[in-house]
């Protein structure tokens, strides 16, 4: 079953788009691709790619010999993947659309990669490499051989960086800019920023989302790295200026970072969501428990 036409937009409204006939299946993909390039892990809505309409800033990188991924080049956010292999078919990210469309979780692809302590509610199909590779006209690439739960970078490696020092834990936030600018689900670690060593820095992309924090991400193949806090000192909101929540997806290793939180739930989309006894706020109580 199919959906009427649908209207979405970017996190910073440069992009905007029109996709009619959108399944109302979301599928979610654990490659290391689509993790480091979403911040967690690749989420996607087909439709074929005549079906949609778009304007603004589109940038492109060629993920692989035949795969693009799409990306707003002013604000960085996930628009698609396509496969270029004369389907026509598109996968939308669904944090483009508000709810995500409506779209349910069908089915996890490269799941033996995903994370422990870090899972979607449901009976989801559950997808190996194997399963995925027998069945996909584009296969993903091997699991990477790093071993640095430290280190980290984006998906085409023109960015690279290490910490001294993360959280053990790690935290989402639902709110519609962080929808919008992963395309999917914001979970992220956080580390301060004399703990953070970068290289490749000329390849950053930064976007001031608002007042009080910058989205950081690679400007060559849009992947998510950071939201980095802003704030002056005397801000009585929780953390300190200069924090950074990096994308847990970018690290080399995904394990050792259990979720304990979520923020701004009530704008999660209701067709998916996380396993877990972990605190839950709505935005309002985040907002309070913060100080803002």
């Not at 422990?116 to 995925?132: K, S």
């Not at 290490?162 to 919008?180: I, K, L, M």
């Not at 704008?267 to 877990?276: F, I, Q």
Request: hydrophobic content about 35%; overall charge positive; aromatic content about 6%.
């Amino acid at each position: 079953m199919c959906m009427p036409r649908m209207t979405g937009s970017c996190a910073c409204g440069a992009i905007g788009l029109q996709a009619e006939g959108l399944s109302r299946r979301l599928s979610v993909c654990w490659c290391e691709p689509c993790r480091r390039w979403q911040g967690l892990c690749g989420m996607g809505i087909g439709a074929r790619a005549a079906d949609v309409k778009v304007s603004g800033p589109v940038r492109i990188w060629r993920s692989s010999e035949i795969g693009e991924r799409a990306f707003c080049a002013e604000c960085s956010s996930s628009l698609w993947f396509r496969a270029r292999n004369g389907t026509g078919l598109i996968e939308l990210t669904p944090g483009l659309f508000v709810n995500a469309c409506d779209a349910v979780l069908d089915h996890e692809n490269f799941c033996e990669r995903r994370p422990p302590g870090l899972c979607f509610i449901g009976r989801q199909r559950q997808l190996t490499a194997a399963d995925y590779a027998a069945q996909a006209p584009v296969t993903g690439p091997p699991a990477a051989s790093a071993e640095d739960p430290r280190a980290g970078g984006c998906a085409c490696g023109a960015i690279r960086f290490r910490v001294d020092w993360a959280e053990s834990r790690s935290g989402a936030c639902h709110c519609r800019t962080c929808q919008q600018w992963s395309g999917g689900v914001f979970v992220a670690v956080t580390v301060r920023q004399e703990e953070l060593h970068v290289t490749g820095a000329e390849h950053l992309l930064h976007w001031q989302s608002s007042a009080r924090a910058e989205r950081v991400s690679c400007r060559l193949c849009g992947s998510k790295l950071w939201y980095r806090r802003t704030l002056p000192p005397d801000n009585p909101a929780r953390g300190d200026p200069g924090d950074h929540a990096i994308c847990l997806g970018v690290f080399d290793v995904m394990e050792g970072h259990p979720l304990t939180s979520e923020i701004f739930i009530d704008m999660k989309p209701s067709g998916y969501a996380l396993a877990g006894d972990h605190v839950r706020q709505s935005g309002p109580e985040a907002m309070r428990h913060r100080g803002q």
